[in-house]
């Protein structure tokens, strides 16, 4: 007998604990589980749930698959993408990504498709620098003067991005 059950059997309950009915197995389930009427441990039921195909459910799988589905934060709608297109080609100077996106909520304002709330066409923050940085030039600008320069550590400078019909001088 081991500690846990002398403390059990002398305090609490005086049964001892049952075994796992599996012969293979002979581990002793816990004291809730044999309370409950349960007679597999939880490595043969899971065993006994893969044979029959039976996938497991629960919070935890499902959040490890809607992770797995998602692709990381990187991945953006298709609407997303087109909407991204359509703004860029009417920058006609560099824009920061939060300007980018002002012109995006503007432009999903204009439209006249009411029934798009927009939650699954505007990207978030780091969506939208990830795919400008990806299919857009980009630079660093001073944020006082606005003219190009060289990064720096000072945070005095901002990156933006612009399409092909800018040209930088």
């Given amino acids: 007998m081991s500690w846990f059950d002398t403390i059990k059997a002398t305090t609490v ?49 499902k959040f490890l698959n809607s992770k797995i589905e998602k692709k990381g934060s990187r991945s953006m709608s298709i609407h997303a993408k087109k909407l991204i297109e359509e703004v860029m080609l009417e920058v006609t100077e560099p824009k920061t990504p939060r300007e980018i996106l ?25 969506e939208l620098k990830y795919y400008l940085g990806k299919n857009y030039n980009s630079g660093y600008f001073d944020k006082i003067t606005g003219k190009p320069r060289k990064q720096s550590r000072s945070g005095k400078s901002i990156t933006k991005y612009w399409g092909d019909n800018y040209e930088l001088v």
């Fill in 102 to 126: 002002e012109l995006m909520y503007d432009k999903m304002s204009e439209s006249k498709n009411n029934f798009n709330t927009g939650a699954s066409t505007i990207p978030t923050r780091n």
């Fill in 13 to 61: 309950n005086t049964k001892p604990r049952k075994v796992c009915v599996n012969p293979v197995c002979n581990t002793k389930l816990t004291p809730s589980a044999s309370s409950k009427g349960i007679e597999l441990c939880g490595r043969c039921t899971r065993r006994a749930r893969e044979k029959k195909g039976v996938k497991r459910t629960g919070a935890f799988p």
